[in-house]
């Protein structure tokens, strides 16, 4: 009878298993640090690609801020003489074409709108944790607000009594013939010559007028009060600006 005998196995020594183990350990590792770097570099792509859109968002909010602060001033001071002409004269002592010029400021909105389409994918996608700088995400959150505060008084105010104002206004006033002062860029010759016409009234009743400058000065203590909000936004705007291209190399 044949005698089988087992093939000889050569045991490994300590040094082997330990090299393997190192070997199996750094292939790991290495591969754990090139997906973290392979992350990062992509985080950092990501964060420089909205810090980019969010800049171009801001710029376009601060422009359109310089603006309507600008003619939300322009507006008030019309205002105030609208109501001083209401409360020191009578109907008849002003041309129609003054009634009308001064009149049509009580209904005139300009009311912000954020361009801020990527300030709402950030806060919708999550995409918020690629900002790493804590100034940045802070500053992110106080124009959020800023931005939040504005949309819901103007949700009030549009809710409370802008509606009463423009009904009453057009008690008193054809908006045919306010057609050619609604640019309030019209040269001051044009605005002369209009308020030297003798447009009609709907209503010659003083109770009527003085009911609408009434409302047109709590549009303009309205309009004071969003001037300051748009203040705050813009101020929160230009500091989150500075911010970005400090950070990201933005021109």
């Known amino acids: 009878m044949e005698v089988h005998h087992h093939p000889h196995v050569e045991k490994k020594g300590f040094k082997e298993y330990f090299l393997e183990f190192l070997m199996i350990f750094l292939a790991v590792t290495m591969g754990f640090?090139?997906?973290?770097i392979r992350e990062t570099i992509t985080e950092n792509k990501t964060a420089n690609d909205?810090?980019?859109?969010?800049?171009?968002?801001?710029?376009?909010?601060?422009?359109?801020?310089?603006?309507?602060?600008?003619?939300?001033?322009?507006?008030?001071?019309?205002?105030?003489?609208?109501?001083?002409l209401v409360q020191t004269k009578k109907i008849s002592e002003l041309s129609g074409g003054t009634w009308y010029y001064?009149?049509?400021?009580?209904?005139?909105?300009?009311?912000?709108?954020?361009?801020n389409a990527t300030l709402q994918q950030l806060k919708s996608s999550g995409s918020l944790r690629y900002f790493k700088n804590y100034k940045i995400i802070n500053a992110?959150?106080?124009?959020?607000?800023?931005?939040?505060?504005?949309?819901?008084?103007?949700?009030?105010?549009?809710?409370?009594?802008?509606?009463k104002l423009t009904e009453t206004r057009n008690k008193l006033f054809i908006a045919y013939y306010l057609i050619p002062v609604m640019n309030?860029?019209?040269t001051q010759q044009a605005v002369d010559s209009f308020k030297k016409?003798?447009?009609?009234?709907?209503?010659?009743?003083r109770n009527l007028?003085?009911?609408?400058?009434n409302y047109c000065e709590l549009k303009q203590n309205n309009d004071i009060y969003i001037l300051g909000l748009e203040k705050n936004i813009f101020a929160d705007a230009t500091t989150l600006l500075s911010l970005l291209k400090e950070q990201y190399n933005i021109k």
Do not use: C, W
């Open 184 to 186: 309030l860029g019209i």
């Open 140 to 163: 992110l959150a106080q124009y959020d607000q800023a931005i939040s505060n504005l949309t819901n008084f103007i949700y009030f105010e549009q809710s409370s009594f802008t509606g």
């Open 33 to 36: 640090i090139a997906e973290s």
């Open 50 to 84: 909205y810090a980019r859109s969010l800049t171009q968002d801001l710029k376009k909010d601060t422009a359109q801020l310089n603006f309507e602060m600008h003619e939300i001033s322009f507006v008030a001071s019309r205002i105030d003489t609208f109501i001083d």
């Open 197 to 205: 016409q003798n447009f009609p009234l709907l209503d010659n009743s």
């Open 102 to 115: 001064y009149g049509r400021f009580g209904t005139r909105l300009l009311r912000f709108q954020s361009e």
């Open 209 to 213: 007028i003085i009911e609408y400058a």
